[in-house]
């Protein structure tokens, strides 16, 4: 498992856009075919983010709270 993000301080500053693309075309030439990432639902600026990436929704977790 590897952990990709961008410093509060640094956020919006294309640096997350530059640093995927760059991912994404290592994995391109090792022959990756897919990637698969999790967001949490709560993170609404992630979501846009990946969203933007091109990614795709393709699971939901769902929990239930037990008193």
Known sequence: MNWVYVSRKYRGRDIGFSLYNDLIKIYKNKGVN????DVFAV??????????????????????KLK
Not at 34 to 37: G, P, R, S, T, V
């Open 43 to 64: 993170n609404k600026k992630a979501l846009k983010f990946h969203k933007k990436m091109g990614f795709k929704s393709i699971l939901s977790i769902y929990n239930k």
């Open 34 to 37: 897919d990637i698969m990432l």
